[in-house]
């Protein structure tokens, strides 16, 4: 049975799978990805309708730059001989918050601050500082080589290499972006800003918010800044198979793995819901680690280690989404690609609270038909609220809870719903069919305030030959933090199975 077996299976090819298959198979390792849709990406795949590509999720796009070491998405391609065009943008978000804070987030640092302290100029010093802070872990991050952390020689190499560093990510590990925010400001109106530069990604509040990860996104947009890929966002996840093929790795479309089989406790193999039987050396997980846990593993069996992780962690909500097609002339001149719209701060977490809308054929209009863009809206929202209806109560609320989003984004968009040419309705359900992922969750969120990023679990689990890549491992969610996740994996399986290259 020799010729059946693989160094690496892989689980999924969101993101995190997919890197950790390309630099596994680039290190020379013999890899086969289970993919159970239809084509790779996940989160970070898009769908076709009626001449408009639209991005499932993901669209706005870190990690692409081409300066230091944080760009991970791009070393991910660059490491199996692909490269993609992706188009700059000059704004990561404007915001359109309650008492008329109304503020566009310039890939300029000095311009966004400028803009920021022009609405609060008492705190002009005080802004600064926290954002300079965030630079500074950003620093500490783009001046080594992000790797496994569960690897000591690594570790000591990088730590020998650039000490001042390592030293400072080691104090801000434990850290959340509200408490050195508090550190400098003190106007609440300030504060709830905050709030959501860090909802809008992490989907929790600022004192919730590893630091680590905000001194990415802070910074990184006015660095190697938010870049939209040519032909969308899928794109991506389609050329890192090309690359993966390049370097002999194998995928399997419609390939949904019911079962990791283990052996006296070991992982050994994964078998498809066709029945069919593939061994391997070691077994990446991709799916989330409570599809992981309770779908592929004996659910009676779950390891001490992971249910501790569930107490600490629970499900993000999932979202409510609508892939809206429209007339150009709906868009005023100078829109920009992505927006958030909260009318009052007390129901920024709750469901439906938020609506965050990308427009990317602003930037690559051949997503659309000529004349037309491309809007997806969405808003967090939870499986429960959908769920124990029949097939009509369904489309109902559907329709009833779509129209609600389209007239509250009427305030920014006006014209929107009568430029209406097209509508697909995505709900958890559709998130949980369509993606794989426990009740179409986004992520693990943290269940009470934690130490920073401390808590978030790496690669290796405590079942040997089984690992974790993607969003519920560290660093969390957002497609160049698993792109980090999938770095990580594979640097740690390099070393167990003692690859050279
Ligand atoms: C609406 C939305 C908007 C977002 N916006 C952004 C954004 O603007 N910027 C950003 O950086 N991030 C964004 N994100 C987050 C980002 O998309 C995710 O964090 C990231 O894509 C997750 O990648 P992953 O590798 O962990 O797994 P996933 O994308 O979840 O991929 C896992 C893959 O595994 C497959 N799979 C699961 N179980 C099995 C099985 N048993 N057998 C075979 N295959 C299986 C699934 O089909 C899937 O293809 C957004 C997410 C959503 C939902």
């Given at each position: 049975m020799d010729s059946e077996l693989f160094d690496v299976i892989i689980i999924g090819s969101g993101i995190g799978g997919l890197v950790t298959a390309t630099q596994l198979a680039a290190k020379g390792a013999k890899v086969i990805v289970f993919e159970s849709y239809l084509i790779p990406g996940g989160s970070a795949g898009y769908f076709q309708s009626q001449g408009y590509t639209f991005d499932v999720g993901a669209s706005m796009i870190f990690g692409m730059g081409n300066k230091g070491t944080t760009n991970l998405l791009t070393r991910a391609l660059d490491a199996v001989n692909v490269n993609l065009e992706t188009i700059p943008d000059s704004v990561q978000i404007h915001y359109h918050l309650p008492n008329g804070l109304d503020l566009k987030i310039d890939r300029d640092y000095e311009t966004f601050l400028q803009n920021l302290i022009a609405y609060f100029p008492d705190e002009a010093k005080g802004i600064r500082r926290f954002y300079d802070e965030c630079q500074k872990v950003f620093n500490c991050l783009n001046n080594i080589e992000l790797l496994s952390l569960e690897e000591p020689k690594y570790l000591?190499?990088?730590?020998?290499?650039?000490?001042?560093?390592?030293?400072?990510?080691?104090?801000?590990?434990?850290?959340?972006?509200?408490?050195?925010?508090?550190?400098?400001?003190?106007?609440?109106?300030l504060l709830k800003?905050?709030?959501?530069?860090?909802?809008?990604?992490?989907?929790?509040?600022?004192?919730?918010?590893?630091?680590?990860?905000?001194?990415?996104?802070?910074?990184?947009?006015?660095?190697?800044?938010?870049?939209?890929?040519?032909?969308?966002?899928?794109?991506?996840?389609?050329?890192?198979?090309?690359?993966?093929?390049?370097?002999?790795?194998?995928?399997?479309?419609?390939?949904?793995?019911?079962?990791?089989?283990?052996?006296?406790?070991?992982?050994?193999?994964?078998?498809?819901?066709?029945?069919?039987?593939?061994?391997?050396?070691?077994?990446?997980?991709?799916?989330?680690?409570?599809?992981?846990?309770?779908?592929?593993?004996?659910?009676?069996?779950?390891?001490?280690?992971?249910?501790?992780?569930?107490?600490?962690?629970?499900?993000?909500?999932?979202?409510?989404?609508?892939?809206?097609g429209v007339k150009a002339s709906v868009l005023p001149v100078g829109t920009e690609c992505h927006h958030i719209l909260l009318t009052d701060w007390q129901e920024m977490t709750t469901a439906t609270g938020?609506?965050?809308?990308?427009?990317?054929?602003?930037?690559?209009?051949?997503?659309?038909?000529?004349?037309?863009?491309?809007?997806?809206?969405?808003?967090?929202?939870?499986?429960?609220?959908?769920?124990?209806?029949?097939?009509?109560?369904?489309?109902?609320?559907?329709?009833?809870?779509?129209?609600?989003?389209?007239?509250?984004?009427e305030t920014i968009f006006p014209g929107l719903d009568a430029g209406l040419d097209y509508l697909e309705i995505g709900t958890p359900r559709t998130h949980r069919r369509f993606l794989q992922r426990i009740d179409g969750t986004y992520g693990p969120i943290p269940k009470r305030k934690l130490w920073g990023l401390l808590g978030m679990p790496f690669n290796r689990t405590v079942i040997p030959n089984l690992y974790c890549v993607g969003d519920s491992t560290f660093p969390g969610q957002g497609l160049n933090a698993v792109a980090f996740s999938g770095f990580a994996c594979a640097h740690r399986i390099g070393v167990d199975l003692q690859l050279r290259k």
């Open positions: 000591l190499r990088v730590f020998l290499k650039n000490p001042l560093a390592c030293l400072g990510l080691a104090k801000y590990l434990p850290l959340n972006v509200g408490e050195v925010a508090r550190k400098y400001i003190q106007d609440p109106q800003f905050i709030d959501i530069e860090c909802y809008c990604w992490s989907v929790v509040p600022a004192n919730m918010t590893p630091m680590i990860n905000a001194g990415m996104v802070f910074s990184d947009r006015h660095y190697g800044g938010v870049n939209y890929p040519k032909g969308g966002v899928g794109k991506i996840a389609e050329k890192l198979v090309t690359g993966l093929a390049q370097f002999g790795g194998e995928i399997q479309y419609q390939a949904r793995v019911t079962k990791i089989i283990t052996k006296q406790g070991k992982a050994v193999g994964v078998q498809l819901a066709n029945g069919q039987v593939y061994y391997g050396k070691k077994i990446v997980s991709n799916a989330t680690r409570w599809d992981t846990f309770t779908k592929l593993l004996p659910v009676q069996e779950i390891p001490v280690k992971e249910k501790n992780w569930q107490q600490r962690y629970i499900k993000s909500p999932s979202f409510l989404s609508l892939h809206i938020t609506i965050f809308v990308s427009i990317p054929t602003l930037l690559d209009p051949d997503l659309a038909p000529p004349g037309y863009h491309i809007i997806h809206a969405f808003t967090p929202d939870w499986i429960s609220n959908w769920q124990g209806l029949s097939e009509s109560e369904y489309a109902d609320k559907k329709e009833i809870a779509a129209g609600q989003i389209i007239d509250r984004l």
